[in-house]
């Protein structure tokens, strides 16, 4: 099915499911009680899921595959933000033209960037590409190529956006009632929504995150058709033993460059779509935090798997969002029904390590995966498998020595 082998395509559905059906997966807890602050079915929180998924797929070809740690991925990510914008900006306000633009923007730097830095390994590789992102980043935050041919090009720090006086060729300037238009798929506005209450819980249906979902399936079925074909075989023996290869005659250069450009097109990819939720680019996200934050997923969910990327990412954006937002009358709520001393107390022992320390939380997770799970989350979903794994029935079949007749 879809040409893919029978575990891959149980893989694939099973992410659909998880995909289409997360408004209400996410929100496990009704409205109105006090664990709905763990409630992470909200259309803003489900696409960033989904675009940083998209982007970890990409960082996982290449990281996964390769073993070659890029630092700097996260320029990839920010051009892609800015072409979309400036597609929006010239052309329309669709987001089809945006998304081709910002692939094929990061696509082309994708492959100067790793022409050059794929001359080296290792760490030597991994500076290379964290030198570029930090040069990208100081070029787009100070505008240099905008006060160079006289226009705005990042327009610096405050960031790239939209105005009423853009030309937008195909598209208005301005609404009726004098305000931007809204991004739209073929004219379906992308920050459409839809809710369904269902005694007390509310479910928000978004456009825009299904359109960023269904983009994300078809980025992780290409993913699985890359990882099981030849060409995946080769970048595997890349990570495997670049000396043998070599003794092979065979060429790793252009199957390393190939993959690095696929990869960088992928968060190009990512970076048109947030731009296509929220038209803004700043030169923030080609910073090299954003870089780190990608190795992190990777490596929390499980690098070299297929599904790890896309749980690692979930993972690191929902402690993002869900655990910073606690703060302590959170907290005091929480534990309102103890004597005051004793609630003090636990506020206090639970402070350091949400809100504005959930930086802590997730330190203390990601210790404790690389340390007894270091295949990241996946290897732990598959030892809680074999755990709850039925024991096979003992064969019950007659000595082979004895003969019928005995």
């Known amino acids: ?180 238009p809204l991004t739209n798929l073929f004219g379906m506005d992308m920050r459409s929504v839809a809710e369904l209450e269902v005694g007390g819980w509310l479910f928000t249906f978004s456009f825009g995150y299904y359109v960023c979902a269904v983009l994300m399936l078809l980025s992780f079925y290409l993913a699985i058709r890359i990882f099981r074909s030849p060409f995946g075989l080769m970048l595997r023996a890349v990570k495997s033993n670049q000396q043998r290869m070599n003794y092979t005659g065979l060429n790793k250069r252009p199957y390393t460059l190939a993959v690095f450009v696929i990869s960088g097109m992928y968060a190009g990819l990512a970076g048109g779509l947030m731009a296509s939720m929220d038209p803004l680019a700043g030169a923030e996200r080609m910073q090299w935090t954003a870089s780190g934050e990608v190795v992190l997923m990777t490596i929390l969910g499980g690098a070299g798997t297929l599904i790890g990327p896309v749980l690692g990412a979930g993972f690191i954006k929902y402690f993002e969002n869900i655990f910073a937002k606690i703060n302590d009358n959170v907290l005091h709520s929480w534990f309102s029904f103890m004597p005051d001393g004793i609630e003090d107390m636990m506020v206090a022992i639970i402070h350091p390590f949400v809100g504005k320390g959930w930086h802590l939380t997730l330190g203390l997770l990601f210790m404790l995966v690389v340390i007894f799970l270091p295949g990241g989350l996946v290897e732990g979903g598959q030892r809680i498998g074999k755990m709850f794994k039925r024991q096979q029935p003992q064969d019950d079949s007659p000595d082979a020595s004895k003969t019928p007749a005995e």
Do not use: C
Request: charged fraction near 10%; avoid cysteine.
């Open 1 to 180: 099915m879809f040409g893919l082998q029978k575990n891959d395509t149980r893989l694939l559905i099973f992410v659909a499911f998880l995909a289409m059906a997360a408004p209400f997966l996410l929100n496990p807890f009704p409205v109105d009680s006090a664990m709905a602050q763990f409630n992470a079915g909200y259309p803003d929180l489900m696409q960033r899921f989904v675009i940083f998924g998209i982007f970890a797929i990409g960082f996982n070809l290449l990281f996964g595959l390769t073993g070659y740690l890029s630092f700097g991925h996260a320029a990839f990510l920010g051009l892609g933000s800015y072409g979309a914008v400036w597609m929006f900006k010239l052309l329309s306000m669709n987001i089809i033209p945006a998304i081709l633009l910002s692939i094929i923007v990061a696509g082309l730097f994708a492959l100067v960037i790793g022409f050059i830095s794929l001359r080296r390994s290792g760490i030597y590789f991994s500076i290379l590409t964290l030198a570029f992102a930090q040069m990208m980043f100081a070029i787009a935050y100070s505008d240099l190529i905008g006060r160079f041919v006289g226009t705005p090009i990042t327009n610096g720090e405050t960031g790239l956006q939209l105005a009423l006086d853009d030309p937008r060729i195909l598209g208005v300037s301005a609404t009726p009632d004098g305000s931007i």
